[in-house]
């Protein structure tokens, strides 16, 4: 499943991107790598980012990246 | 000595710096790019030393402007000894670049920051240990506060003197395989890079690099290939791919053998977020927020604007009693008081107060908090949410609205960003509609105003970004931690814009003053309403409102204090009909940026943007002011 889809406040494992090069490179080296685990903490409401927890970081993630990333839910 | 700062976003890389150089940076930039690098001259326990502030990147792989400033900084010039600040509290993370200068083999310096954030977080971090692993020199530092900086110089100054390259982590043995075999066939005669981490570079994929061995070493063209699709083949991932992820496996690795994870101590900080970011009291404290700030502002600067304006009038008085302002001389010298007073009375008592909140809600960490609530908005305009800090900041004033879109990725952003950003009515123009329409029409029709300017932004967002299609794919920010700021670091930076304008702006708005003057005393003053006709006759208004129209581009609120002159120092309501009011205030919330942030604007963007958003304004201007002025008859 996507990020993307992943309700609030549940626990998921990372599976892979899709996508550009760029943004995998990004997440990478903000320490998002397949098999970390990451903790979605809200979704902003119409439409807006996700706030995502991992490896003690808060990043925002906005949809168009979000629904890149492929997850497991845990 | 030359000393360079290396370290990723965020690491407090910048903080270091200024404190020991104390906001004294000269900028300069790179050719063709918007990233900048700042130099500075340092004095640490009586030595000097030559220090370089490079911008904070992930990596050194040269995908974007930023980390593409920072390799070629490394190779090509004279750097005795490269300090990496590293963020202790997100030690894993901070360790990819460490172990990717490691590779460099040039002399290194680990600066451990932020050791109070890493307590905090229950980390503790052994240093002797990690000193070991990595073979060069760890510093704890805390630069906030200035703690660990001195050791930190004097440990840089002895690596320099010793002169001695950290050997670099080795990687699986496959990779390292290919990595002596490619390396064999270089003399480290190239790119200032030994032949190892050239050889690294090289199996990256890096196109710059690939250009050089091209011309220098064809030979070894087709053997780079056969590795790379080697590596490919046995990883099942493409090379740059496999390095990276090795270098993060070794950070990763390094960070789990010198941190113990104690009890985090769980603060405020944690909970603050579940307010400042839900979805609904999220919002709800953002406008209580921006309304606290503004309210502060306009309190601060409503006190100290009477006074000081009173001081320079009484000057223009003098001056005109003592050698008249009927002389060249006379209305010279006045013109020039009123320039100055343009900036002494009129943006300091707004700027100053605005610049030291503005200091304080960027340290303490709440603007990544409104880009995360605002993205969806933003997005319908073409742009992010990291974008909507222009906008705030230009409610108070243009000048730091354009500043603020520096911390824009790409250009196309930044301009997009700045053009919208001069479209918001700032502190001036606010005068203005109060003065003019608030105080004849009531308030109910400037708040009209006030909707009415948002609904044109988001109408020229959309065109504009049409024009311009995005190429970004979206929003990826870290929220950082919330940190409580020092007096010290708010008032140097709040210095340190300041002085910006000072030297760049006011100097244009005294010489523009000291223009108009000269014109106005060989009664040019028709000449010019002439000139403006065409625009005054198609908006409907009398002749005579040209000249306040062009002194507001020296300043947004001559517009009101010239009308009133202009208009032979009548009751407006007798001279100007109602509509006539609301199509004057509309045109001028929108026409041309004051000249302050014209000069703001060229530096930021250069002249050929400057000159493309001023007449954007101008036609902007046009249509909204004719809309307005249906809607007022229809209305009224």
């Known amino acids: 499943m996507k990020l993307l889809d992943v309700k609030s406040g549940k626990k998921v494992c990372i599976v892979g991107f899709q996508g550009s090069r760029g943004v995998e490179l990004k997440l990478r080296q903000l320490g998002l790598l397949p098999g970390d685990t990451a903790k979605v903490i809200r979704h902003a409401p119409l439409g807006g980012p996700l706030l995502v927890e991992f490896k003690g970081r808060r990043i925002a993630l906005g949809r168009g990246i979000a629904v890149k990333i492929l997850v497991e839910e845990v | ?409 790409n250009r196309r952003d930044r301009f997009l960003a700045a053009a919208l950003s001069t479209l918001v009515p700032c502190a001036a123009r606010i005068a203005v509609v109060f003065g003019l329409v608030a105080f004849y029409l009531g308030p109910t029709v400037a708040l009209a105003i006030y909707f009415f300017n948002l609904v044109v932004i988001a109408i020229t967002g959309r065109i504009l970004s049409g024009l311009l299609p995005e190429k970004t794919p979206g929003l990826i920010l870290e929220m950082p931690v919330y940190r409580i700021p020092t007096i010290r670091t708010i008032i140097h930076k709040t210095w340190f814009r300041l002085h910006e304008f000072v030297v760049e702006a006011w100097p244009i708005l005294i010489a523009g003053s000291l223009v108009l003057a000269i014109l106005i005393f060989y009664n040019l003053d028709n000449f010019i309403n002439s000139l403006v006709r065409p625009i005054t006759w198609i908006l409907g208004l009398p002749a005579a409102v040209g000249l306040p129209l062009i002194f507001g581009i020296l300043r947004k609120e001559l517009s009101l204090v010239m009308l009133y002159q202009a208009l032979g120092g009548v009751e407006f309501s007798e001279v100007l009909t109602s509509v006539q009011l609301i199509t004057y205030a509309v045109f001028v919330v929108f026409y041309i940026p004051c000249l302050a942030t014209l000069a703001v604007l060229k530096r930021e963007l250069g002249i050929r943007n400057m000159v493309i958003i001023t007449l954007l304004t101008v036609v902007i201007a046009m249509i909204a002011a004719q809309i307005a002025r249906l809607l007022a008859i229809i209305i009224l």
Request: charged share 15%; glycine share 10%; proline share 5%.
């Open chain 2, 1 to 409: 000595m030359r000393f360079a700062l290396i370290g990723q976003p965020n690491c407090g890389k910048s903080t270091l710096f200024n404190h020991v150089a104390g906001y004294k940076a000269e900028t300069g930039n790179f050719a063709g790019t918007t990233v900048t690098y700042i130099e500075s001259k340092i004095l640490v326990s009586g030595k000097k030393y030559h220090l370089v502030d490079l911008p904070g990147t992930y990596s050194l792989s040269g995908m974007n402007p930023a980390e593409k400033v920072t390799l070629q900084y490394l190779t090509s010039r004279e750097v005795s000894v490269i300090i990496n600040v590293v963020d202790a509290s997100h030690l894993a993370q901070g360790l990819g670049l460490t172990v990717e200068l490691l590779e460099m083999q040039k002399p290194l310096v680990v600066a451990l920051n932020m050791m109070d954030e890493a307590a905090r977080e229950g980390m503790t971090i052994d240093i002797p240990e990690l000193q070991g692993l990595l073979g060069t020199p760890v510093v704890p530092l805390i630069a906030s506060k200035g703690r660990g900086v001195r050791n930190l110089f004097v440990t840089a100054h002895y690596v320099a003197k010793q002169d001695n390259s950290p050997e670099r982590l080795t990687y699986a043995k496959d990779l390292e395989e290919v990595i002596l075999e490619i390396a064999g066939n270089l003399d480290g005669k190239a790119a200032m890079l030994e032949p190892e981490p050239f050889a690294i570079k090289l199996l990256e994929g890096d196109m710059q690099w690939q250009d050089q061995i091209h011309d220098e070493y064809p030979q070894l063209l087709p053997k780079l290939n056969h590795a790379q699709l080697m590596i490919e083949q046995t990883r099942g991932q493409s090379a740059d791919w496999v390095i990276s992820g090795e270098r993060q496996a070794l950070a990763t690795n390094l960070a789990s053998a010198v941190v113990v994870q104690g009890e985090r101590r769980v603060s405020w900080r944690d909970r603050i977020d579940d307010i400042l970011l839900h979805p609904v009291f999220g919002y709800v404290a953002l406008v209580l927020i921006m309304f606290l700030f503004f309210q502060i502002v306009y309190g601060i600067g409503s006190i100290l604007e009477p006074p000081l304006l009173n001081i320079f009038s009484q000057l223009e008085v003098f001056l005109d009693n003592l050698i008249g302002a009927d002389t060249l001389l006379g209305a010279s010298l006045i013109g020039i008081v009123q320039g100055i007073a343009g900036g002494v009375a009129i943006v300091f008592p707004y700027l100053v107060p605005f610049l030291l909140g503005l200091g304080f809600l960027e340290d303490i960490g709440y603007l990544p908090r409104i880009a995360f609530l605002m993205d969806t908005l933003m997005k319908r305009i073409g742009l992010h949410g990291n974008a909507i800090v222009p906008f705030i900041l230009g409610y108070g004033c243009n000048v730091p609205a354009v500043m603020s879109t520096r911390m824009l990725e």
